[in-house]
């Protein structure tokens, strides 16, 4: 029954390595995995293909609240994108292995996550119209471990595994009750952070276990930005993180009905209000409402809650069933403050200050059922792990317009509301069939296959299939790889999604693919993303307590679905006034734009991590783990695509977003030290170079779609450090900074620079732009 436990959250069947990243007592390498895998014995150590293995202890060595910024510093090819406005400056999501954050597959328990509601707008970013799972709307404390599988995963998983996938697993301990908390602040004397998690866990008699986890984080706005130049002042708080506030909540938990049935489900709600500021509007804007000018302030009200349950159990001669079903959803309300309608007050002298702009919501329900069982073939040096299965899935996208106001004329300062036109209640149907073997060929040599149909009631069918193998040379030295294709279906939002976002002199607007205005402008039908990934490695266990991982990858995706299609000036207005959105004619023609979803291009990626790991033992002055980790990656365009008339979908700042917003290459190195009751951890982080095309906005080329300044971002370093002490057998206490030494990110021509506020390339997946970060930790056991 064990064996069956060990494996069965497991959906796929791929295995994982070792990473460099190992706990002081839990060596990561030696860590049971179940990400990928039905072999209930496999060890990142052991593994087929490359995982990188994150404690919760290593989560909170990091000092950071959030998990998406924890993964950053821990894994060298994780990213974070550089957003700092629109709607999805209030979301949590990160990038893996150079390509962007809906490419990467996130579950929980070896289930799938569903995604955000929340497009991400900003028009000048790599992750623009991405719609991914949000990391930070569930409890961080009900983290156990996660594994981050490197390599591509479709064939196992479905869609979205193009990347790579993050596997979240949950607690499921028994002993007490733990109390965290971190509380910190940049070193521009804003941004007070404070998180506070409890963490509870009991047995349910002797035959099972519960887990119950709860949060609450605040984080104050910070503004990193510079002299606005219409008023000569920094009055502009446009450029800087959002204020948040959320609570979540969770639990994990196991049953025994028999002792061959298990009952077991999970769950999490969060509820999550944010506040972002706009570009300040001058006293000249209407000056009767707002004399002194003022700021539009967006706002989010977000609830968002998942819950599996299933049954899994054994059935005669060792075969192991799993069925479960889950459930997700997200609804975002958006609303904006602080702002004015000035066309409603010319025709009617009234205006509200405070707008509803839009809501939207997404729903996941998948439900899974699977068997595997392992059989033994006298002539091969291992069992025969053979697994089939089956899963259907409802996806479903609301989009509900704003109050009349809000979309009045050319809309509220700061963001127009969606209009009726935009109200949307889209569905579709998935279904699936996955089959898996694997075995040892010959004592060192493991083999391992997966084949998986898809059937989307909106795009059509798919195959995709993968195959990997590792051959140990001796206990020092092994070899593996593997080949693999994949998918990834345009999701509902790229389908459907509609948008005006307004600057004090023009508009960015987003209209759906498939509606008479974007095919006017050229838009075709979106088709899903393929991919081709390969993959090979090595690992050395030089010496005792000492291993290195190398694995290079090559990842070749047609169709990339991008938005693309831009069109300014007159045209684009006059496409916005045939989807029901007029602009204001006070701005500037030329900075008003419009875009849709479409496969723009094809790219190919090549990339290699490198990772490292040793163990010293000094006797009485303590213990020194020491990890190396870097990843080297390059995105090229093989083919960019025309629109239906004839012009291409992607101007050199689309293509610079799909190959050189990302660094070149991430290097994370240090040690952590253990002395009695002291602990000291120390790491430097280097980000490589990047390069964006940055559109002018002052000048004879400004708001050029073709003319762009070529921005180099230059390497960068950054330090973290962190001193613990455990003052009790309960408690431990600790000091910390991230960014020890206040480092910031290239500045940008101001030229470039919209009113002059925004002093850094938000675009660039780098170095992050709020400077040195300090903290403080608690931890209690009862």
Aim: charged share 15%; net charge negative.
């Amino acid at each position: 029954m064990r064996r069956f436990l060990l494996a069965s959250v497991a959906t796929g069947a791929c295995a994982l390595s070792a990473s460099a990243f190992a706990a002081p007592d839990a060596p990561a390498e030696e860590q049971l995995i179940v990400t990928g895998t039905r072999d209930p014995h496999q060890t990142a150590k052991k593994s087929i293909s490359p995982v990188t293995v994150v404690s919760a202890q290593q989560l909170k060595s990091t000092g950071q609240p959030d998990l998406r910024d924890a993964l950053v510093q821990l894994d060298p090819s994780i990213t974070r994108p550089g957003v700092t406005s629109g709607n999805a400056n209030m979301t949590s999501t990160i990038s893996l292995r150079g390509l962007t954050s809906d490419q990467t597959l996130i579950l929980i328990n070896g289930k799938r996550r569903h995604s955000t509601s929340i497009m991400t707008d900003d028009t000048g970013s790599p992750e623009n119209g991405t719609t991914p799972v949000d990391l930070g709307m569930f409890p961080t404390s009900s983290i156990d471990h996660i594994e981050i599988l490197q390599d591509g995963a479709a064939a196992l998983y479905g869609s979205d595994a193009i990347a790579g996938v993050v596997n979240i697993i949950l607690k499921k301990d028994t002993k007490g009750l733990d109390l965290h908390s971190v509380d910190g602040g940049y070193y521009a004397g804003d941004g007070f952070t404070t998180d506070n998690t409890v963490s509870w866990g009991t047995k349910l008699t002797d035959r099972g276990y519960f887990h119950l986890d709860a949060e609450y984080k605040h984080q104050d706005h910070t503004n990193r930005g510079d002299i606005d130049t219409r008023v000569g002042k920094k009055l502009n708080q446009y450029f800087g993180n959002p204020q948040e506030n959320r609570v979540s909540l969770g639990y994990n938990m196991g049953y025994h009905i028999t002792d061959r049935v298990e009952l077991y489900s999970f769950a999490s709600y969060a509820h999550r209000t944010a506040w972002s500021f706009q570009n300040y509007r001058t006293p000249t804007v209407l000056p009767q409402v707002y004399p002194n000018g003022f700021s539009p302030v967006s706002s989010l009200d977000e609830d968002d809650f998942n819950v599996a349950v299933g049954f899994r159990g054994e059935l005669f001669h060792g075969w192991n069933w799993d069925f479960s079903t889950s459930y997700g959803e997200d609804h975002s309300h958006f609303d904006l403050n602080n702002s004015v309608n000035t066309m409603l007050y010319s025709d009617t002298g009234y205006t509200p200050t405070h707008f509803h702009v839009m809501t939207f919501s997404n729903r996941q329900w998948t439900t899974d059922f699977g068997i595997r069982k392992a059989f033994d073939v006298p002539l091969l040096a291992g069992p025969v792990n053979f697994s089939i299965g089956a899963q259907y899935r409802n996806d479903a996208y609301n989009v509900n317009p704003g109050d009349a106001a809000s979309y009045y004329g050319s809309g509220p300062q700061g963001q127009s509301g969606l209009n009726q036109l935009s109200y949307t209640r889209a569905s579709r149907d998935v279904t699936a069939g996955y089959v898996g073997l694997s075995t040892q060929l010959l004592k060192n040599w493991q083999v391992d296959f997966a084949g998986r149909f898809e059937h989307y009631t909106d795009s059509g069918d798919t195959e995709t299939g993968k195959v990997s193998m590792r051959y140990d040379v001796n206990k020092y030295f092994a070899l593996r790889g593997g080949i693999s294709n994949g998918f990834r279906a345009p999701t509902l939002a790229e389908q459907h999604y509609t948008s005006l976002s307004t600057t004090p002199t023009g508009a960015d607007g987003v209209v759906a693919v498939n509606s008479a205005t974007a095919r006017a402008l050229g838009s075709k039908p979106l088709r899903p993303e393929k991919s081709m990934n390969f993959s090979a490695g090595f690992m050395i266990n030089p010496v005792r307590n000492m291993n290195i991982t190398v694995d290079a990858y090559q990842i070749t995706i047609r169709n990339r679905i991008v938005e693309g299609g831009v069109y300014n000036g007159q045209s684009a207005i006059n496409a916005l006034k045939d989807g029901g959105y007029q602009v204001d004619s006070t701005v500037t023609p030329d900075s008003v734009s419009v875009q849709y979803f479409s496969n723009g291009a094809d790219t190919r990626t090549r990339g290699v991590n490198i990772s490292a790991g040793y163990r010293t033992n000094f006797g009485k002055y303590g213990r020194v783990n020491w990890d190396v980790a870097l990843n080297l990656n390059e995105t090229k365009v093989l083919k960019d695509y025309l629109d239906s008339n004839g012009n291409p979908l992607l101007s050199a700042q689309d293509l610079g977003y799909l190959t050189t917003a990302f660094p070149r290459n991430k290097l994370i190195f240090g040690a952590s030290w253990h002395l009695g009751k002291w602990d000291f951890a120390i790491h430097e982080m280097r980000w490589g170079h990047t390069i964006d095309q940055l559109q002018y906005v002052t000048g004879p080329n400004a708001w050029s779609n073709q003319v762009f300044y070529q921005m180099y971002s230059k390497p960068k370093f950054q330090t973290n450090i962190i001193l613990g002490y455990q003052a009790t057998k309960q408690l431990h206490v600790a000091i910390g900074a991230n960014n020890l030494f206040n480092e910031y990110p290239s500045r940008i021509p101001l030229n470039t620079s919209y009113v002059g506020v925004i002093p850094y390339d938000s675009s660039a997946q780098q170095l992050g732009f709020n400077g040195g970060y300090y903290y403080a930790s608690l931890d209690y056991s009862l």
